[in-house]
């Protein structure tokens, strides 16, 4: 079965590191996106790409970046981890047309200390 | 303003009563609208979408739109202790997937 898989699961960091969550899906998805989710603020959308070599910004970009060199992954990097991005990160994709919901991986829970 | 907005709640319904969750959006140009349900500590699961004006039915779930209000909703008939979780509305802008802040629903036995 097709599946979207995220890693690690569980992340401790300290502030100023660099950190990577990976993100890899099997749908043969076009579209795939970042969230992270807090309390209060439901899910909100980091980075998203449409392709290969497309990755665009979302609501909450700044601290973070991503790159898609293939179809399957999209990792997202914390360039310098801050406490604010204590977090439980999810990514999701899609297969792009406008009725299409996401497919969630299991989340990361990153905490930075 | 936010983009999606829903009652965050909690809202506690009794088992077998009719819960009714509510979601607005602030763009107009949104074609198709979703309702994920999210157990505590796992990763949201879609319930059903809906981008026609009117209801649409699946099961005890009945998803409601309304375009010229910007107004979505959820019933969830004979409600279940199992149906107790965080439901989340999602908007395809045409660019990109935004979500509410949820709604936690308590189904009390």
């Known amino acids: 079965d097709a599946e979207i898989t995220q890693s690690p699961r569980h992340k401790i960091t300290e502030t100023g590191r660099q950190v990577t969550l990976a993100c890899h899906q099997t749908?043969?998805?076009?579209?795939m996106f970042w969230y992270r989710q807090d309390l209060g603020h439901g899910l909100r959308l980091i980075h998203y790409?449409?392709?290969?070599?497309?990755?665009n910004k979302g609501e909450v970009s700044d601290g973070y970046s991503v790159s898609r060199s293939n179809t399957e992954d999209l990792p997202l990097t914390l360039e310098s981890a801050a406490s604010s991005q204590t977090s439980v990160y999810f990514c999701?994709?899609?297969?792009?047309?406008?009725?299409?919901?996401?497919?969630f991986g299991n989340g990361t829970r990153l905490t930075v200390t | 303003q936010k983009e999606v907005e829903q009652n965050s709640g909690p809202l506690s319904v009794p088992e077998g009563a009719i819960a009714s969750l509510n979601c607005t959006y602030s763009?107009?140009?949104?074609?198709?609208f979703f309702w994920y349900r999210q157990y505590s500590g796992k990763s949201p699961e879609l319930i059903m979408f809906?981008?026609?004006?009117g209801d649409k039915e699946d099961g005890r779930f009945t998803a409601q739109l309304n375009k010229a209000s910007q107004y979505v909703s959820l019933l969830i008939r004979d409600s279940q202790p199992s149906d107790s979780a965080t439901y989340l509305c999602?908007?395809?802008?045409?660019?990109?997937?935004?979500f509410g802040a949820g709604t936690r629903l308590t189904v009390k036995p």
């Open positions: 999701a994709s899609s297969d792009g047309l406008d009725y299409s919901p996401l497919h």
């Open positions: 749908w043969n998805h076009n579209n």
């Open positions: 790409s449409y392709g290969v070599q497309d990755t």
């Open positions: 763009d107009r140009g949104s074609q198709s």
């Open positions: 809906i981008y026609s004006n």
């Open positions: 999602a908007v395809n802008t045409g660019y990109d997937m935004r």
